[in-house]
């Protein structure tokens, strides 16, 4: 075999051009479809997430392919594919908070002298104009 200037494979003896298979068949093949379900699951959380939150994020699909052990020509290899979702997510608010003599974070300022605030009392009676 050799290849074209474009990438294609050519059987010399044959002068046969031979396309690879597609990328997109195996995934929906390998390992009976749940491989394609999980990575287009992803991808919907994905696209989901950055739409929400403004943010960027990444799916990383890694095909790693491993020959068997005393590795001879046309052995099976085995392949796995793995993948890593990176999808953004909502930043929590922060609160404000002082830090009283002790070291501890406290909602009032320490500092600040405290007013003693009485409930006033309500009524349901009015007069009229």
């Known amino acids: 075999m050799s290849k074209t200037p474009d990438g294609l494979s050519v059987d010399m003896a044959t002068g046969e051009i031979k396309e690879p298979a597609e990328f997109a068949a195996f995934l929906v093949q390998h390992l009976n ?4 379900v999980t990575l287009s699951e992803e991808m919907h959380e994905l696209l989901e997430a950055v739409s929400t939150h403004g943010k960027k994020g990444q799916l990383v699909i890694k095909v790693l392919v ?3 052990k005393g590795h001879v020509e046309g052995d099976p290899l085995a392949i796995s594919v ?3 979702l990176k999808a953004p997510k909502s930043t929590p608010p922060a609160a404000i908070y ?3 003599d002790d070291g501890n974070p406290c909602r009032n300022d320490p500092r600040q002298m405290q007013l ?4 006033a009392p309500t009524t349901t009676d009015f007069k009229e104009a």
Do not use: C
């Not at 479809?33 to 394609?36: A, D, K, L």
């Open 98 to 100: 002082f830090v009283d």
């Open 33 to 36: 479809g749940r491989v394609h």
């Open 82 to 84: 793995e993948s890593d």
């Open 66 to 68: 491993e020959p068997s």
């Open 116 to 119: 003693d605030f009485r409930t």
